[in-house]
């Protein structure tokens, strides 16, 4: 990559995802991602030669804009389409904008795989329950596609009241006989440094499942 996301240097467990997404497909999958930001985790699908289905509500992070670094500077942060547009990937993104669970159906099991990163917790999801986000995923993938999201575990006490800080343990019942989860991970409490949006150092928890589709 040319050009730098704003998250360039958060933690993600996407590798185990793009490694999986290897192993079951090759080149030229529909990969959707859920909660796209500015193509951190999408202008990679595509330099592999997938045909990426970007999902993202924030107007900033899909066209770029004024954002707050942690220092307190403004600065202008080049969206997911500059950003795709420089590295001559645009012609392998689609993006809509908008809220994902308004997206349009007609793109239920046209996808080899789905992924979404640390988009659940997120303040301006919380009117749906986890449920419906997970679901409306997995309506996405066809028979023998991959399903992966990374997500917030819980730290403080808020967190636990609310269920889009989630687990695997959790997750699981949502996955009926027609999934087979095939890997989970978690790590213990980690400090992440200042970025945009978080101007502080601040503590985390995160999970990964990975789940292939057996049958409609």
Request: aromatic content about 8%.
């Given at each position: 990559?040319?050009?730098?996301?704003?998250?360039?240097?958060?933690?993600?467990?996407?590798?185990?995802?793009?490694?999986?997404?290897?192993?079951?497909?090759?080149?030229?999958?529909?990969?959707?991602?859920?909660?796209?930001?500015?193509?951190?985790?999408?202008?990679?699908?595509?330099?592999?030669?997938?045909?990426?289905?970007?999902?993202?509500?924030?107007?900033?992070?899909?066209?770029?804009?004024?954002?707050?670094?942690?220092?307190?500077?403004?600065?202008?942060?080049?969206?997911?389409?500059?950003?795709?547009?420089?590295?001559?990937?645009?012609?392998?993104?689609?993006?809509?904008?908008?809220?994902?669970?308004?997206?349009?159906?007609?793109?239920?099991?046209?996808?080899?795989?789905?992924?979404?990163?640390?988009?659940?917790?997120?303040?301006?999801?919380?009117?749906?329950?986890?449920?419906?986000?997970?679901?409306?995923?997995?309506?996405?993938?066809?028979?023998?596609?991959?399903?992966?999201?990374?997500?917030?575990?819980?730290?403080?006490?808020?967190?636990?009241?609310?269920?889009?800080?989630?687990?695997?343990?959790?997750?699981?019942?949502?996955?009926?006989?027609?999934?087979?989860?095939?890997?989970?991970?978690?790590?213990?409490?980690?400090?992440?440094?200042?970025?945009?949006?978080?101007?502080?150092?601040?503590?985390?928890?995160?999970g990964l499942l990975l789940a292939t589709r057996l049958a409609k």
């Open positions: 990559m040319h050009t730098l996301s704003l998250w360039e240097h958060t933690l993600t467990f996407f590798p185990q995802f793009h490694a999986a997404l290897a192993e079951r497909t090759g080149p030229k999958a529909t990969v959707a991602v859920v909660g796209a930001a500015d193509g951190r985790l999408v202008l990679p699908l595509a330099a592999a030669g997938h045909r990426v289905i970007a999902f993202e509500r924030d107007p900033v992070a899909l066209h770029g804009g004024s954002v707050c670094l942690p220092d307190g500077a403004q600065a202008h942060a080049a969206g997911l389409i500059e950003r795709a547009k420089r590295e001559g990937l645009a012609d392998r993104v689609e993006w809509f904008e908008g809220d994902f669970l308004d997206a349009a159906h007609d793109l239920d099991e046209r996808c080899d795989a789905v992924w979404t990163s640390c988009s659940w917790h997120y303040s301006a999801n919380h009117h749906r329950p986890l449920s419906d986000f997970v679901s409306r995923m997995q309506a996405m993938v066809r028979v023998n596609g991959l399903f992966g999201a990374e997500y917030m575990m819980p730290v403080t006490a808020a967190n636990h009241l609310t269920e889009h800080y989630t687990s695997p343990e959790r997750l699981r019942p949502l996955f009926s006989t027609n999934w087979n989860i095939t890997l989970t991970l978690r790590t213990g409490e980690f400090t992440e440094p200042p970025h945009v949006g978080q101007p502080h150092p601040h503590t985390h928890r995160m």
